[in-house]
């Protein structure tokens, strides 16, 4: 796979043939470029986002650590700073920690405020809540797609189990920070990671080869600060993913989209989580400079079953058994044992999935 075989769909038209290609996008790389059509999610918002980023990360380490992750200032689990190498996407790989600062902002509940957030984040807390609102409806669109494309009777079988109205949801709008003088890590050069792919001393990893915890995962990156690379379960080649990938075509970065593990254990591995990283290349003349993006992690409701979706495509899939290897990934990145009874016969809500992949990150019990 070539990062110009991932389509850009505009879905401000939304039609079965366009759910079409969103599914075949879905199912076969497991990325998709959306459009930005400039209303959807404003450009200017994004932009902002991005300075409200900036100057967080420009702060001091003792401002920012107030709001450490999963600590009771910051508001709880998954929510918070996370220091430099204060975490590891593929502990296998990148024993040392990834080189990368984040901080970690839930939507607010239903009934509850927002989380405790920093002065130069609370003051603008209105923009967050707006940027957060419109990356979820947007998911809430590609959702409607996907179970269209699915053919799947009830359209709103996605949207109505992502319905933040009605309840607690485990999304997640992540602020992410590579700083040019961060402390490198290992080189992921690990020969027994079946997820690790080739490498060569030309690269350093910034964010460790990983799948995405969610249902869906929208990306917003800043022109000329490339990184993330893809390694399709097809080959154990990197292959990195531009930022623009027609810049003469497209005023506005395209939003880059990914389907996350819980949406491919939902569907019996028919929709692909495919392994990611950030990396930059060491070859002279190619200097690294810092980077700056941020992420929208879109989870359905916490009490939602993961019951196989009702859909003849998936119900074909899995009788075919195509769907097994994926599976078994999907089973050990939730910290299932190969014979471990419950991963076969019980069936999971939305925050035991979460619960699980945060246990195997963080070492968080439940």
């Given at each position: 796979m070539s990062a110009s075989e991932i389509p850009v769909i505009d879905i401000s038209s939304p039609s079965p043939e366009i759910a079409k290609?969103?599914?075949?996008?879905?199912?076969?790389?497991?990325?998709?470029?959306?459009?930005?059509?400039?209303?959807?999610?404003?450009?200017?918002?994004?932009?902002?986002?991005?300075?409200?980023?900036?100057n967080l990360f420009k702060s001091s380490t003792e401002e920012k650590s107030e709001y450490a992750?999963?600590?009771?200032?910051?508001?709880?689990?998954?929510?918070?700073?996370?220091?430099?190498?204060?975490?590891?996407?593929?502990?296998?790989?990148?024993?040392?920690?990834?080189?990368?600062?984040?901080?970690?902002?839930?939507?607010?509940?239903?009934?509850?405020?927002?989380q405790p957030l920093p002065p130069n984040l609370s003051s603008s807390s209105s923009l967050i809540s707006k940027f957060q609102s419109s990356c979820h409806n947007l998911c809430q669109q590609i959702l409607?797609?996907?179970?269209?494309?699915?053919?799947?009777?009830?359209?709103?079988?996605?949207?109505?189990?992502?319905?933040?109205?009605?309840g607690q949801v485990g999304s997640i709008f992540r602020l992410l920070y590579y700083p040019s003088s961060a402390p490198l890590g290992d080189d992921g050069d690990d020969d027994d990671d079946e997820e690790q792919g080739e490498d060569t001393k030309e690269t350093s990893v910034l964010a460790g080869a990983h799948s995405d915890y969610g249902t869906l995962t929208l990306l917003f990156r800043l022109p000329g600060q490339a990184g993330l690379e893809l390694l399709p379960s097809s080959t154990s080649?990197?292959?990195?993913?531009?930022?623009?990938?027609?810049?003469?075509?497209?005023?506005?970065?395209?939003?880059?989209?990914?389907?996350?593990?819980?949406?491919?254990?939902?569907?019996?591995?028919?929709?692909?989580?495919t392994v990611h990283r950030v990396a930059f290349s060491n070859r002279p003349g190619e200097g690294r400079g810092e980077r700056y993006s941020m992420a929208y992690f879109c989870h359905p409701l916490d009490d939602v079953l993961?019951?196989?979706?009702?859909?003849?495509?998936?119900?074909?899939?899995?009788?075919?058994?195509?769907?097994?290897?994926?599976?078994?990934?999907?089973r050990k990145r939730l910290g299932f044992g190969v014979d471990d009874k419950k991963a076969k016969d019980e069936t999971l809500t939305a925050r035991e999935h979460l619960d699980r992949r945060l246990k195997v990150t963080y070492g968080l019990e439940s």
């Open positions: 290609q969103v599914l075949h996008a879905a199912s076969t790389f497991g990325f998709l470029f959306i459009k930005n059509d400039g209303i959807t999610i404003p450009p200017t918002d994004i932009d902002a986002m991005f300075e409200l980023s900036k992750i999963h600590s009771e200032k910051a508001g709880g689990k998954n929510r918070g700073w996370v220091a430099m190498q204060g975490e590891s996407l593929d502990p296998e790989g990148q024993k040392l920690g990834d080189p990368k600062e984040v901080f970690n902002i839930a939507p607010p509940a239903p009934d509850t405020p927002f409607s797609l996907l179970a269209i494309g699915l053919e799947i009777s009830d359209e709103e079988y996605f949207t109505a189990r992502h319905d933040e109205t009605k080649s990197w292959t990195p993913v531009p930022v623009n990938p027609s810049p003469s075509v497209y005023a506005y970065p395209p939003i880059l989209v990914n389907i996350g593990d819980l949406l491919s254990f939902w569907t019996s591995g028919l929709l692909k989580s993961l019951e196989s979706v009702p859909s003849k495509m998936v119900r074909d899939f899995a009788a075919k058994g195509e769907g097994g290897v994926e599976l078994e990934r999907q």
